[in-house]
């Protein structure tokens, strides 16, 4: 189905044709692409996919809808061999508000059953369907960049530190919200933003206080990666990272995501011995003699036509 909707909303604007804003423009979608009704889903590259959260007049906020069509959404990406890189951005005045309260309510404050077994056995198995929607972009093995702009709250910070790469605008803001509405954050951030921030303390301190996080402390403490000046800057760096990343070989590319996981996760004896068995196999594709050709040729690889994977 998500070949379908690519097909019908692929951005035929090139690099080489139009200018990167002319693009940017392009990308920015009048709605969700069939069959989703939060995403917004093209190509502004045969290579690249952008996925744009779409609920704009309800400031991107995550209703039942959502958590359902991200985990369909990235399954067919992962499947997708035309689909080398994954950028992930929010339409409107900001990225995303966060968990839609007032429609979530019913799943987390009435869960079904007749007793306490009953109920919390429901419960655990509607907090790990959720738990699915941000898990399954961290499984995908195209890399997925996040580009930030505005108010980044709550299931916002648990979608961006499953992803690869985040840049935001200067304006971005981040908050662990849920210690503020009587809860543990419990589908991703207490458990990945130890991992992508160096400093526990830091991370105990923006869960436990709810405190907002501006874009010049996400930078220094390893939110992010880079800060741009507004949103315009913001998708068209994240557009060129994006290509960057698409033009290399999607062999070399996806296997380093699969083993940067890997060894997030492992100690270095394991990771390396993992390594070792991913590349006796990965290491005999034509794509490194295509590579080291075009190296000895100084040229780019921007000039290389990798096969599909």
């Keep these: 189905m998500l070949s379908l909707a690519l097909k019908s909303a692929f951005c035929k604007n090139t690099w080489s044709q139009f200018s990167r804003q002319v693009l940017i423009r392009a990308m920015s979608s009048s709605g969700p692409t069939s069959p989703y009704t939060t ?32 985990v369909q959404c990235f399954n067919e990406i992962s499947d997708d061999s035309d689909c080398r890189v994954v950028l992930v951005s929010g339409a409107g005045k900001i990225f995303t508000a966060g968990i839609d309260l007032m429609d979530m309510a019913s799943d987390v404050l009435q869960p ?48 961006i530190t499953a992803c690869d790469i985040r840049l935001c605008t200067q304006d971005a803001w981040f908050q662990v919200k849920e210690v503020d509405v009587g809860l543990a954050a419990d589908v991703g951030t207490l458990q990945r933003l130890p991992k992508v921030i160096g400093s526990r303390s830091l991370v105990n301190e923006l869960a436990l206080t709810a405190r907002k996080m501006y874009a010049d402390e996400a930078k220094s403490s390893g939110l992010v ?85």
């Excluded at 502004?44 to 359902?68: C, G, Q």
């Excluded at 007749?114 to 419960?123: E, K």
């Excluded at 699915?132 to 195209?142: A, H, L, M, N, W």
């Design 225 to 309: 990666s880079r800060v741009f000046p507004d949103k315009d800057a913001l998708m068209a760096g994240a557009l060129e990272m994006a290509e960057e990343i698409s033009a290399r070989s999607p062999v070399a590319v996806q296997g380093t995501k699969i083993n940067l996981i890997y060894s997030r996760d492992h100690s270095v004896a394991e990771g390396l011995d993992y390594m070792a068995l991913w590349n006796m196999s990965m290491l005999q594709t034509n794509d490194v003699m295509k590579s080291a050709q075009a190296s000895m040729e100084k040229k780019s690889p921007k000039t290389i036509e990798f096969s599909k994977l």
């Design 112 to 159: 079904d059953g007749d007793d306490t077994a009953r109920i919390s056995w429901n419960l655990r198995r509607t907090i790990t369907k959720y738990q699915e929607t941000f898990s399954v972009i961290e499984r995908c093995p195209k890399p997925v960049l996040v580009a930030v702009h505005g108010a980044c709250v709550g299931g916002g910070v648990d979608l």
């Design 39 to 70: 995403l917004s889903i093209c190509r502004p590259t045969p290579s690249i996919t952008h996925v744009e959260l779409h609920r704009p007049e309800k400031r991107n906020a995550m209703n039942k809808a959502f958590w359902r069509e991200m």
